[in-house]
């Protein structure tokens, strides 16, 4: 319930910046992005851990425990910061998207989620397994492409 509540919040506060679809998307990944770096900044200020960007992490529970290396959702916190960032502060630039482009980008993002659940049982047993590094890399390059491809596509023409 915490993390549900944690993403609501987040949602709220994204909807609240502004009016339009591109505002709201940007100040959602924009605040999600600092809010999982600086979770883990804090955690290591606090506790020490993580002490490598290497070490395993559960990162979410919700619908089962997503597993990967703390480098992985840092990562993703870091897109989300320049992507939210970039949609938040242009968002009164025509965005030329096309279904299409919301399919690739939703399924770049599922597999990035994936990536995350493949291995979930393992929490459940103790015993980690390798995270699915080709798929992380595979879709959050493809993904992060995508986007800029888009972005870039009408200035182009």
Do not use: K
Not at 92 to 97: A, H, S
């Amino acid at each position: 319930m915490r993390e549900a509540c944690t993403i609501l919040i987040l949602g709220v506060v994204a909807w609240l910046a502004s009016r339009r679809w591109t505002d709201r998307l940007g100040a959602f990944l924009l605040t999600f992005g600092v809010w999982d770096l600086t979770y883990y900044v804090v955690l290591r200020l606090i506790s020490g851990w993580p002490d490598a960007l290497t070490n395993r992490d559960i990162l979410f529970l919700i619908p089962v425990p997503w597993i990967g290396p703390v480098w992985a959702p840092v990562i993703v916190a870091t897109i989300f910061v320049a992507v939210g960032s970039y949609l938040y502060w242009t968002a009164q630039r025509q965005r030329p998207y096309t279904v299409s482009d919301g399919l690739v980008l939703l399924s770049a993002a599922g597999g990035v989620v994936i990536s995350f659940l493949v291995n979930w049982r393992d929490v459940l047993v103790s015993r980690p397994q390798d995270f699915r590094q080709w798929l992380y890399w595979l879709a959050l390059t493809g993904g992060t492409s995508w986007f800029v491809y888009v972005e870039r596509r009408r200035r182009l023409h």
